[in-house]
């Protein structure tokens, strides 16, 4: 995968490009990839409801850890984008809250694929340009 595409392609692969060298990160960014994939899979495989929502609340657990990871992060190494970026967070923990609670309520098996799809773009689009500039940012402060 190229991490310059702004748009998410359907299948995402972990590359070294991803890595930020900060194991706890990017132990959370491949998981986050890998139960992207399997949030794929199952809607290309039919799995059902009850498999579409179990593999999307995984997503939605690893991304909350994520955020807050990033956050101790950023407070550790004095990230100068912490607050524009953890407002980026709070959003997308806005918007998922929203989503979990829509699932809740009950939904077709059509609103729960949008629904999924949505999260996925939305964290990958995340994780590709915000995430990025971080990376970017923090190699340049912590030459190899
Ligand atoms: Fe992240
Ligand atoms: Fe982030």
Known sequence: MSSKNKSSPWRVEWDESLS???PEIDA??????RLVNELNQAIVDRLGMEEIEKRMHAILKVATSDFAHE???FKQCGYPGASEHSQK?????RAMN????RLERGCTEYELIEAGL????MLI???LNEDRKFL???RSTNPV
């Open 118 to 121: 949505a999260v996925k773009e």
């Open 125 to 127: 689009d995340h994780l």
């Open 136 to 138: 970017d940012w923090y």
């Open 98 to 101: 929203e989503i979990q609670e």
């Open 20 to 22: 930020l060298g900060v």
């Open 89 to 93: 967070h709070a959003q997308m923990g």
């Open 71 to 73: 956050a101790a992060m």
């Open 28 to 33: 959370d960014h491949q998981r986050f990839i």
